[in-house]
């Protein structure tokens, strides 16, 4: 589908072993995929029995929406940043200069830019428990909101694997608004509690 999409035919290999590698690092990614899940409720079974009942509460938290961040991220990649960054990249292309993909670099791509934006999603998640713990506040955050903006836009020029302005703002823009929705749900959840020991 993202070949499709793309506009390309067809992908190719330069090694007698390449198509064979390919297939196996696929094969590795798709089972650490499915098997992420499980990994992670082991690791938290495993520190689970010596945290209290509000870490755990809050641990529990974290890895539920973690995780759903990080699908949303994969899913965001997979059928956005992909498809389209791949098209701005390729319509640089001419009648003499015509794309000539390798299967190794074009999967490196594809898996670079699931990870990446699997874990950019993850920063207003940790912004969010940062502040409900207490360790940041909200009007520091809001302070020094340019600042923050400012970071974030780097880590997306360091992931992302392309660098060109149209993937970096593909991705900068639903990241920023998860900052700022984060930053806006922490600031009512911090006034409830408030009130609350008023």
Request: proline letters at 5%; a positive charge; charged letters at 10%.
């Amino acid at each position: 589908m993202i070949i499709n999409q793309a506009q390309l035919q067809s992908v190719y290999f330069f090694a007698p072993l390449e198509a064979f590698t390919t297939q196996i690092k696929i094969a590795i990614f798709i089972g650490l995929f499915i098997s992420f899940p499980f990994i992670l409720y082991q690791s938290w079974a495993f520190i689970g029995p010596g945290l209290t009942r509000t870490e755990k509460g809050i641990s529990l938290s974290y890895m539920f929406f973690g995780l759903l961040l990080f699908l949303i991220g994969n899913l965001f990649g997979y059928f956005i940043l992909i498809p389209l960054g791949l098209r701005f990249l390729l319509s640089f292309g001419t009648d003499y200069l015509q794309p000539l993909m390798n299967v190794g670099k074009y999967i490196g791509f594809i898996f670079w830019c699931l990870l990446g934006s699997g874990i950019l999603f993850q920063l207003p998640l940790m912004l969010f428990f940062l502040i409900k713990l207490g360790v940041i506040d909200v009007k520091t955050v809001r302070r020094h909101r340019p600042e923050a903006i400012v970071v974030i836009l780097i880590l997306c020029a360091v992931i992302t694997p392309t660098g060109d302005f149209f993937t970096l703002l593909l991705i900068s823009v639903p990241l920023l608004l998860l900052f700022e929705l984060s930053v806006l749900i922490a600031g009512l959840t911090q006034k409830k509690s408030i009130k609350k020991t008023d």
